[in-house]
């Protein structure tokens, strides 16, 4: 599947439009549309769509199951974390707090480099903020962001060992 710069790269190919020039059909300042294009800028599908339209094109966006392609330590990983963001409500924050707040103090003083690093405060913010959606979506996420925050996680003694028994049971 081609990347959404690579739709806009083909479509501005195609269709002979340059950079500045999209730039004054679309009203998207010209560094942008170089960012997308060198995907230094993140572009949303609603972005492209806007501006493939000014050069005549729409997107269509595909929706599909795709089985991601895991390792077993990594499926282990979203299971476990899966069965926590199950359990994961207000009152569990609240509750896993000074366990959560410990472990990322401990990981802390162990881990070195980027992007450990950078993950573990993305995962202080959200525990701080108590910002239940973006926690969801680590525990559950199957992308690489997500995949390398679990390597990371603060989530660790908070299922008890029968609950980690039976997770693990269903990856084997």
Excluded: Y
């Amino acid at each position: 599947m081609a990347s959404r710069s690579e739709v806009l790269r083909t479509v501005m190919l195609e269709t002979g439009t340059t950079q500045s020039s999209l730039s004054r059909l679309s009203g998207v300042r010209q560094p942008s549309i170089s960012g997308f294009l060198s995907e230094k800028v993140e572009m949303s599908d609603d972005q492209l769509d806007r501006l493939l339209c000014c050069m005549g094109f729409r997107l269509e966006v595909v929706r599909r199951p795709v089985v991601p392609e895991l390792n077993r330590s990594e499926r282990r990983s979203w299971r476990l974390h899966r069965q926590l963001s199950i359990m994961l409500t207000r009152e569990t924050l609240d509750e896993w707090r000074p366990t959560l707040d410990l472990n990322l103090d401990r990981l802390s003083e162990r881990v070195t480099g980027q992007p450990h690093e950078r993950n573990l405060e993305r995962w202080r913010e959200l525990v701080e903020r108590g910002d239940l959606l973006g926690l969801h979506r680590l525990l559950t996420g199957l992308d690489r962001d997500s995949i390398e925050m679990r390597e990371v996680s603060p989530m660790s003694g908070l299922l008890t060992q029968e609950q980690r028994r039976q997770v693990l049971e269903q990856v084997s």
